[in-house]
């Protein structure tokens, strides 16, 4: 008798391919105060976070795993005082290095030292394109002024730099700046995307959902500047779920190219998984990186395509989008196993668009601040 968990057993007929990333959080502590922070609802503390030698061995772990790339996030990973040691660390293993940050710490002398330890890139989130609203945002006196600056220290110390432009409905009419603050910051590339409703986010949706006509409206912006700024600025363009007909292969499919590790060193299949209650997260205060991506329950229970329900199950495009997300299932339908709302075939699609419809009409104006300490 076969006594494994069914995603165990679907993992011994199908080992998954090595990662291709790890996202680092190094920390949830983080001076801005954003209305739509990706960080879970409950939070890790700085009591909490791994120590500078767990750290490096779970870098040295990912690259033995056969990840290439290294993200280092937050929260903002620059209140750390040791990731200058730990980006050296990640580059003396073979893996190309991201700093995700907002950048309100970066001065000269950080961005030297980052910058001699190895770092290949850095993505800077911008909130406008112009200090008040941008600053109203992020719920922090001179962020933008701040951010404006490391960008320049980023491109002067010869770093590639993206910008993150978080969008939503409060800010979509600077859609057209915020292209050129990204050019005449001498960003390579600028991820032009839309606020995601799950975790904080949720709590603000009503303030932040666009209009469909705003969605469309930026979406003609975007395809408008790919055809000018083609070789000068590369466009990525992620669009609300809630106007979309088919969706997003999340994070490249579940457990498929990427995991992520929190402070206190939970092990993650996407950044927004804790939401998904039942599931038992390991930690590599556990077992080794290996372990849990090869066969953690938690990462087996949606990895592949044998988990589906219908009509997901056998649809073309099901090593497509691979099932889509499943934070925002169990969010709209109670359901994680549920077809993704974003999916028009999804007998629930007609609610997320009647959500969709409904709050961006009403127009709620006050947000609920993120208060990280």
Same mark, same amino acid.
């Given at each position: 008798m076969n006594d494994l968990a069914p995603a165990t057993v679907n993992a011994a007929r199908h080992a998954p391919a090595p990662p291709l990333a790890m996202l680092m959080e190094l920390t949830h502590r983080c001076p801005l105060k954003c209305p739509y922070c990706s960080n879970p609802l409950a939070m890790d503390r700085a009591r909490d976070e791994m120590s500078t030698e767990t750290w490096k061995r779970v870098i040295s772990e990912a690259a033995a795993l056969g990840a290439l790339q290294g993200h280092f996030s937050g929260g903002e990973p620059m209140v750390r005082d040791d990731l200058v040691e730990l980006v050296r660390h990640a580059h003396r293993e073979g893996l190309y290095t991201n700093l995700i940050t907002s950048a309100v710490l970066l001065d000269k002398r950080r961005m030297d030292e980052l910058a001699e330890a190895g770092l290949d890139h850095v993505q800077?989130?911008?909130?406008?394109?112009?200090? +008040?609203l941008a600053d109203h945002i992020a719920g922090?006196?001179? @962020?933008h002024v701040k951010k404006l600056a490391a960008a320049r220290l980023v491109r002067g110390a010869g770093l590639a730099l993206t910008v993150n432009a978080v969008m939503h409905r409060r800010n979509l009419h600077q859609l057209p700046a915020m292209l050129d603050l990204a050019v005449e910051a001498g960003a390579q590339r600028i991820e032009v995307a839309h606020v995601q409703y799950y975790g904080w986010a949720l709590k603000n949706r009503a303030a932040l959902i666009p209009t469909r006509a705003q969605l469309d409206e930026a979406t003609r912006i975007v395809e408008v500047a790919r055809q000018k700024l083609e070789g000068v600025l590369n466009i990525d363009y992620v669009v609300p779920d809630y106007y979309a007909s088919r969706p997003k292969a999340c994070m490249g499919g579940w457990a498929r190219r990427f995991f992520n590790v929190t402070p206190s060193g939970k092990v993650l299949p996407c950044h927004a998984a804790e939401t998904i209650g039942h599931l038992h997260f390991d930690t590599v205060q556990e077992k080794s990186l290996a372990e849990i991506w090869a066969h953690s329950e938690a990462f087996n229970v949606y990895r592949g395509t044998e988990w589906?329900? /219908?009509?997901? &199950?056998?649809? *073309?495009r099901a090593e497509i989008d691979w099932g889509g997300c499943r934070c925002q299932a169990l969010a709209l339908?109670? *359901? +994680?196993? +549920?077809t993704d709302p974003a999916c028009g075939l999804s007998p629930h699609h007609a609610m997320? &668009?009647?959500?969709?419809? @409904? /709050?961006?009409? +009403?127009?709620? /104006? *006050?947000? @609920?601040y993120r208060m990280i300490s």
């Open positions: 800077i989130s911008f909130q406008g394109s112009e200090t +008040a922090l006196r001179h @962020a589906m329900p /219908e009509p997901c &199950k056998g649809c *073309d339908t109670g *359901d +994680a196993a +549920a997320m &668009k009647e959500l969709a419809v @409904a /709050e961006s009409a +009403a127009g709620a /104006e *006050d947000f @609920a």
